[in-house]
């Protein structure tokens, strides 16, 4: 089975995994799901992610993670940029989300960053996801 969006489908994953509270997930490896990943790992989103190598095949096992209250600590994950339709934001149009209380994940000239690095740099760029 092939996917076209490897991001939407890791999103996705995470977002089913985290429903059904299960521990940890597998999504299919590429660059940008890896950077999404590791973003998501440093702002607190998930417990942890790790690539995984198996001959050719890679893939990225994901740790969720969860409150006090077996509750999820994404509360939404959400795909803004897809392959039908791009969407592009300046540098100041990507200062905040959710009042401080979010990420927005950005795919710049310099990589993948998250809103804040985006807007300390003064670059804009593609937005992928948002998540608070």
Known sequence: MAIN?????????IRNAGMRRLATTTLVHSKSVEAVANILVEKGYLESAN???DGVKKTIKVA????????????????????GRRIYKGK?????????YGT???????????NDKAY??????EVMCTVW
């Open 120 to 125: 300390e740099l003064g670059i804009g760029g």
């Open 5 to 13: 969006d490897l991001v939407s489908d890791a999103l996705t994953r």
């Open 64 to 83: 969720l993670k969860y409150d006090d209250n077996e509750k999820n600590v994404i509360n939404e994950l959400k795909r803004v940029s897809k392959p």
């Open 51 to 53: 690539v995984i190598e």
């Open 92 to 100: 100041d149009e990507i200062k905040r989300f959710k009042n401080g």
């Open 104 to 114: 927005i994940i950005v795919s710049t000239s310099r990589g993948v960053l998250p």
